[in-house]
């Protein structure tokens, strides 16, 4: 058996899931990545050379996603890494927004792995991403932090279900190259890198290497893994 895999990356146009998909083209795997416009993802797709292509998915149209997969002949490794950021309160709460991230992150990410399960082989493994709101939450967070304690419940119930087929998820703190939050004013990054035990965020690679780690230890399997420098002893 060769060590190169097919890696489908399911939000895989920008930040984390596109430094993996980056990762993997450049060690000689075979890539399929995907973004919501077919055009967008084949474009990024392309800088990554010959074995990579992209497709469109909506996550948020859960309906519409088996027929987007259809396509998708083979899979080693499912990256699930989408994300449509809702700044939301129950205070003043917006339920179309809410209702949008909570379809996209827990009946879109679902849908994606049962779409996709009949092409992997017994060894195969998927990486669903969550995030640290769940545990410390931030102002406009609600909807955030609701999925991402989501994420954890699936991995446990998918890690049971789907074995042979492992399944774990990434909890990252606050990834500070990414392009979300690296366009944040300095002093706003400074705040929580004081509050960081390593003295620094993590970054895009950090969180990219975790994941490699739980799509390819055949030991690690219903584990909801926190990167983050630290950050929720502080
Ligand atoms: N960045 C962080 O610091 C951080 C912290 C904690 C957790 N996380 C989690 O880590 C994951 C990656 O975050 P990121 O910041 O790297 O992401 P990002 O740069 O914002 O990229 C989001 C990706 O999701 C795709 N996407 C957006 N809406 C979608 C939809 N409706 N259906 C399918 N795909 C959709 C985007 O593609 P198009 O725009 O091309 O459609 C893009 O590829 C997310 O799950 C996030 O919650 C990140």
Same mark, same amino acid.
């Given at each position: 058996?060769?060590?190169?895999?097919?890696?489908?990356?399911?939000?895989?146009?920008?930040?984390?899931?596109?430094?993996?998909?980056?990762?993997?083209?450049?060690?000689?795997?075979?890539?399929?990545?995907?973004?919501?416009?077919?055009?967008?993802?084949?474009?990024?797709?392309?800088?990554?050379?010959?074995?990579?292509?992209?497709?469109?998915?909506?996550?948020?149209?859960?309906?519409?996603?088996?027929?987007?997969?259809?396509?998708?002949?083979?899979?080693?490794?499912?990256?699930?890494?989408?994300?449509?950021?809702?700044?939301?309160?129950?205070?003043?709460?917006?339920?179309?927004?809410?209702?949008?991230?909570?379809?996209?992150?827990?009946?879109?990410?679902?849908?994606?792995?049962?779409?996709?399960?009949?092409?992997?082989?017994?060894?195969?493994?998927?990486?669903?991403?969550?995030?640290?709101?769940?545990?410390?939450?931030?102002?406009?967070?609600?909807?955030?932090?609701?999925?991402?304690?989501?994420?954890?419940?699936?991995?446990?119930?998918?890690?049971?279900?789907? =074995? *042979?087929?492992?399944?774990? #998820?990434?909890?990252?703190? &606050?990834?500070?190259?990414?392009? /979300?939050?690296?366009?944040? +004013? @300095?002093?706003?990054?400074?705040?929580?890198?004081?509050? =960081? *035990?390593?003295?620094?965020? #993590?970054?895009?690679?950090? &969180?990219?290497?975790?994941?490699? /780690?739980?799509?390819?230890? +055949? @030991?690690?399997?219903?584990?909801?893994?926190?990167?983050?420098?630290?950050?929720?002893?502080?």
């Amino acid at each position: 058996m060769t060590d190169q895999r097919t890696l489908v990356v399911i939000g895989g146009t920008s930040g984390i899931g596109l430094r993996m998909a980056q990762r993997a083209a450049a060690r000689g795997d075979e890539v399929i990545l995907s973004g919501r416009d077919a055009d967008s993802a084949a474009a990024v797709a392309k800088e990554l050379g010959d074995r990579a292509r992209g497709i469109a998915v909506d996550l948020s149209r859960p309906g519409e996603v088996a027929g987007a997969l259809a396509g998708v002949e083979k899979v080693d490794h499912l990256v699930v890494a989408a994300i449509e950021r809702d700044l939301n309160t129950a205070t003043d709460y917006d339920v179309a927004r809410a209702v949008n991230l909570v379809t996209l992150k827990l009946v879109g990410y679902t849908e994606a792995v049962h779409a996709l399960l009949p092409k992997f082989g017994a060894d195969g493994a998927v990486v669903l991403f969550g995030g640290l709101a769940k545990d410390r939450p931030y102002p406009g967070s609600t909807t955030v932090s609701t999925v991402n304690g989501g994420v954890m419940g699936m991995v446990h119930t998918l890690a049971v279900e789907l =074995t *042979p087929i492992r399944v774990n #998820a990434i909890h990252p703190g &606050i990834v500070g190259d990414s392009p /979300f939050w690296s366009v944040k +004013p @300095a002093e706003v990054l400074d705040g929580y890198i004081s509050r =960081t *035990p390593t003295g620094r965020l #993590a970054t895009m690679d950090n &969180i990219a290497d975790a994941a490699e /780690f739980l799509l390819r230890n +055949p @030991a690690v399997n219903g584990v909801n893994l926190n990167v983050d420098g630290g950050w929720l002893l502080t």
